[in-house]
Structure formats: C-alpha cells, structure tokens
C-alpha cells in the first residue's frame, strides 16, 4: 500500500502535467509564410519576379514595375481563442542604399460589410544580408470580425530586392 503522502505527491504531480498541457492547447502558435507561397497580383508580377526553390525567396529582377503579392493568413486552430501575436515581421534583403524595396502590409477584411483597412505596415531598410523587421500590431487579431492577409511588395530600385518570409509572433 502506497502512503497517503506519496497517493497526494503524485496526484499533485499529475495534476501539474495535465494543467501545463492544458494551457499549451490554448497557446497560439506564430503565423508565417515563405515568400514563394504568397500569390502573384498580376501576369506583371508573374513575368518579373523570380522564384528561388532553394532559398524560398521572391526576387525582382532590378529595375522593373512593382511586383506585389498576397498572403492569406490563416485562422489559429482554435477559432475561441484570439491569436496572442504581437508583431508582423518581414524578412527581406534589400541591398539599395536608401532601403524601402520591400514592404509587407496586413489588412482586415469586415466579414460583414466588406470594408478593408490596414492594421500594420514594415518596409525594409537597407542590407547586403538577409534582415528581419519587426513592427508591433497596435490591435489584437479578431478573426470572428475579419479575414486577414498580408501584401508583400517589391520595387527593385536600382538594385534586385528579396522577400523571403512575412511572420505574425508572439515575440
């Protein structure tokens, strides 16, 4: 027979891994893309921008219009539960001495009435290195309310400009 003391210990440590599981369900997990997954805009983007298998990359191709795509983003798991992300963050090379080359904007759709609004926007600054940007969302996600999705734009200025992935974090 097992002590009274050592039946409550191990109760105890039972109900302790259990409530940690519990509470790991209800995390949400971050939100990201590579870039290569997003959606051309438009036969212009398609004809311009250049796709890299291995480095999951979009890519301009120098000096030509704007190429644009679109990210949807996707509900977390469980539809109860509001998203606890923080940040949009971009991942980018942007070699131009004045920066600017890519840009990822994310936008609320109304499932009521259609109507569109920007929640946040980062644009990249100058880096012969593949960079991360982050920028804080000033509002929490309500996918109950709205569909969300993110634009990434590339304008190769004067030299070739890559989006490599688009995050919605926690931190």
Partial sequence: ???????????????????????????????????????????QTLQFGLTSQTGGHVRSAGRNPPLAYFCPVWMPDDFATAPSWKYLKL????????????????????????????????TSVPSTIVKVLAVPLPVSLNFKRYAYYVTLGLDGLDLPVEAHMVMLTTN
């Fill in 91 to 122: 991942q980018y090379l942007d070699p131009n001495s004045s920066g600017g080359g890519v840009t990822a904007h994310l936008y609320a759709k109304n499932r009521s009435n259609g109507s569109v609004s920007l929640v946040a926007s980062v």
């Fill in 1 to 43: 027979m097992i002590p009274t003391t050592a039946r409550r210990q191990f109760a105890a440590a039972v109900f302790a891994g259990l409530s940690a599981l519990h509470g790991a369900a209800h995390a949400t997990a971050d939100w990201l893309t590579v870039a290569p997954t997003c959606v051309p805009d438009s036969l």
